[in-house]
């Protein structure tokens, strides 16, 4: 079963000659279901029409020597969402690949050490 985070939008009639709109009013974590997503929307109690929208992957889409490469992500929350999004902004649209590489060294070498220690 595919896993990711629901975000439920309910429709916002226009106003005057506006446009409508879908406007987010619920966010449910990747650890739930749909069922669980439609639970949360009915105990809100509200007449309207709504929309499910889950997330389950980010790609980060990159140009490289006029070759686009596609990079994915799983996103677990709303908040998972905006951490991308920040580094995304942070990089410049760059992936940055030796960081993530550095990181992921000195996590696995922290672990080896905490592992070790009795």
């Not at 709109?21 to 809100?44: F, G, I, N, Y």
């Not at 993530?100 to 696995?108: C, P, T, V, Y």
Request: aromatic share 6%.
């Amino acid at each position: 079963m595919p896993h990711g985070f629901f975000t439920i939008e309910e429709w916002k009639r226009p106003r005057g000659k506006g446009k409508g709109a879908w406007k987010p009013v619920l966010h449910v974590d990747s650890h739930h279901t749909l069922t669980d997503a439609l639970k949360r929307l009915e105990q809100r109690g509200k007449a309207g029409l709504y929309r499910v929208l889950q997330t389950q992957r980010c790609i980060w889409a990159e140009l490289k020597q006029g070759k686009l490469h596609l990079h994915g992500s799983h996103v677990g929350t709303p908040e998972g969402l905006a951490r991308l999004t920040e580094i995304y902004e942070q990089e410049d649209g760059r992936r940055p690949v030796e960081k993530a590489r550095q990181d992921r060294a000195r996590a696995k070498s922290a672990l080896k050490r905490a592992l070790k220690t009795p």
